[in-house]
């Protein structure tokens, strides 16, 4: 039997694409995404950290599955995205139940990761500040009308108010005929709206 993955995102677009990319991997290797968290072998919160309100709802959910991972030491709980990034040695000091952290630059990596966490390692990887050009595919699309197409990943601007580069690294343009192609096949799969996701 398949394991059972519950992936939740926090924040942006940006956050709901990789969320996307997350799942579509897990789906290609066996596993099985779920929406309800108790029924879930591993938790995966694709985290925010724009806002203290978000990191504080993560930190309740962490609250919340570590009770249960008391009694069911199998139970795999990840961390993802700019929180872990931001706070990666916080969490992984602050809140011994968690299994996996992961930034948004290392989720490609997820797959590997996740199957070295059930081999009991504890697992850190927020070490990748670059993204890669190309993304990979496959890709889980949780709409059927709409979707996000990622132009680039990062930013260089380090405007005073901003942790987008310090939490996604710096700016990544993907290949044109990259986007195009990936804009022609929604197309052809019945996407009438597509969102370009990131700075022009």
């Excluded at 789906?27 to 929406?35: A, S």
């Excluded at 008391?70 to 700019?82: A, Q």
């Excluded at 929180?83 to 040695?89: A, K, P, V, Y």
């Excluded at 070295?116 to 990979?136: C, G, H, W, Y």
Aim: aromatic content about 8%.
């Amino acid at each position: 039997m398949s394991k059972k993955i519950y992936l939740r995102t926090f924040g942006c677009q940006m956050n709901d694409r990789d969320s996307e990319l997350i799942a579509g991997m897990l789906i290609e290797k066996g596993y099985e995404v779920c929406d309800d968290p108790d029924s879930a072998d591993v938790v995966l919160l694709n985290t925010c950290s724009v806002r203290q309100h978000a990191e504080d709802r993560v930190k309740g959910l962490i609250h919340k599955f570590s009770a249960r991972k008391k009694k069911d030491p199998s139970f795999r709980i990840g961390v993802l995205g700019c929180m872990s990034q931001r706070h990666g040695e916080m969490l992984i000091k602050e809140f011994p139940m968690v299994d996996i952290v992961v930034g948004p630059n290392n989720i490609y990596d997820l797959p590997e990761l996740l199957e070295r966490s059930f081999a009991q390692e504890r697992i850190f990887a927020v070490n990748n500040l670059k993204r890669p050009a190309t993304d990979v595919n496959p890709a889980h699309r949780t709409g059927t009308f709409t979707s996000f197409v990622n132009i680039t990943y990062g930013c260089d601007n380090y405007c005073s108010y901003c942790i987008v580069p310090y939490v996604r690294g710096r700016e990544v343009s993907r290949p044109v005929k990259d986007i195009v192609k990936e804009v022609k096949e929604l197309a052809e799969k019945g996407f009438k709206e597509v969102t370009l996701l990131g700075r022009m």
